[in-house]
């Protein structure tokens, strides 16, 4: 499916009157307390926020799997969806792709569709936590840790594969992110577990190209629930001190513990020069992979405001989305979350950093707060909208997704047993 331009002026006209009223009340405020509102706009519409493949279409839990109809049965139709996304939100230019979920058959044609719908391919994910129809060992107890080198050489191999995959279709990220771990006492070595992890990431460190960079994901518990081998940000940290530059550590949202003060983990990392990349999501009890700002979106804007503090610095990471949708259409998910990704990247470029600094320094307690509080509070969609639009996006995407009858039209496309590969 392609929605045109004037789809969306047509949908914006409606909207537009009401809009303006909003954006200017807003602006003049935002002038009187001195911030740059031009500047402000540039740096919304310059976060571009990549979309994982897999969370296109209806996700899954251990219980079950509700699929919904229109879902992209293959890499063209995902990169058609986001094509949309983007055509609605103006907020997802990449995607992030998962081997070997979406092998590309074709890698001209994938590049050609990505160029035609004005996207590209940032990251590419192994996958070494599923035993695969056509693979010869398991990975029921390990894979870089296992205990049998074969083991580990086939998952070595696996990675190098997807580098290729990424190499063809212009990537510069491999993601790496391991099930491995134990879910009794006794049953796995903690240093050997961590020794053959290192050595295997060091051999498929070796094939990383140097415009790439290698990122090592974190999780505390789930699949294993004793230990995993790499359950936090220090361990992940001592793994990518030691393989070297082109490695770095990634955050996500729904990988910690509960009540982790995650902001702190993104301001030493940054500190460190280690951040490489976010999953976004939001989680109540554990690793839930729901919408973005869903359940904790003051924590999301005080992570945001860590990221801002530190935009100084060399390395941008890279900005991804990790969902999983059972009850929710998918694409109206991503664009929920997209939106709350900008709105609060917004209200944390609002923040005074001078003013809050001068605050700590003389341990003015409430002022702090206040000040943090005041730019959370500020109802900033007026702005974000615009940003949208001036990008030539629609003003409320989601409104537009429904009024364009988007997941209708998809399904007269594809029908209603289309299942996306993943989770």
């Known amino acids: 499916m392609n929605i045109n331009p004037s789809q969306i002026s047509s949908h914006n006209e409606s909207l537009l009157a009401d809009h303006k009223e909003k954006f200017d009340f807003l602006a003049q405020q935002l002038d009187k307390s001195g911030i740059d509102v031009e500047n402000l706009i540039q740096k919304v519409q310059n976060l571009q926020i990549e979309v994982p493949s897999w969370a296109l279409g209806t996700g899954g839990t251990r219980f079950g799997r509700f699929a919904g109809g229109g879902e ?57 936590f599923q035993d695969q129809p056509d693979q010869k060992h398991s990975y029921k107890f390990g894979s870089l840790c296992h205990t049998d080198k074969e083991v580990r050489k086939q998952a070595v191999d696996h990675n190098i594969e997807v580098i290729e995959y990424g190499k063809m279709l212009d990537a510069n990220v491999l993601t790496v992110w391991l099930a491995d771990g ?28 140097n415009e790439w960079q290698m990122l090592l994901e974190y999780k505390p518990f789930e699949p294993a629930f004793y230990h995993t081998v790499i359950p936090d940000w220090g361990t992940s940290y001592s793994m ?60 999301l804007f005080l992570i945001f405001l860590e990221l801002v503090k530190g935009e100084t610095t060399n390395m941008e990471p890279a ?52 000040i943090l509080q005041n730019a959370f509070q500020l109802d900033l969609r007026p702005l974000v909208a615009e940003a949208r639009f001036r990008a030539g996006g629609a003003l409320n995407p989601l409104s537009a997704f429904k009024s364009l009858k988007v997941r209708e039209n998809l399904i007269k496309e594809r029908g209603t047993s289309t299942v996306a590969t993943g989770l």
């Open 72 to 128: 992209p049965g293959n890499l063209i139709q995902k990169i058609e969806d986001v094509g949309v996304l983007n055509t609605l939100s103006r907020a997802c230019d990449s995607i992030s792709l998962h081997i070997p979920w979406d092998i590309p058959s074709d890698a001209n044609a994938i590049k050609q569709e990505l160029k035609t719908k004005g996207l590209k391919i940032n990251s590419v994910n192994s996958n070494t």
């Open 182 to 209: 134990s879910s009794f006492p006794g049953q796995m070595d903690f240093r050997r577990a961590y020794s053959n992890t290192l050595s295997s990431l060091e051999e498929i460190y070796s094939k990383i190209p």
């Open 240 to 299: 990518v001190t030691a393989l070297g530059d082109k490695a770095n550590t990634l955050v996500d949202l729904g990988h910690h513990l509960p009540n982790t003060n995650i902001e702190q983990i993104v301001a030493t990392l940054q500190l460190l020069n280690k951040l490489g990349g976010f999953h976004f999501n939001d989680s109540k009890y554990a690793d839930d992979d729901i919408s973005v700002g869903s359940i904790k979106p003051y924590a």
């Open 319 to 370: 900005w991804m989305i990790d969902a999983s949708h059972n009850l929710k259409d998918p694409l109206q998910d991503l664009l929920q979350s997209l939106q709350n990704i900008h709105l609060n990247y917004a209200k944390a470029l609002t923040v005074n950093l001078d003013e809050l600094r001068h605050a700590q320094e003389s341990n003015e307690v409430a002022q702090c707060q206040e």
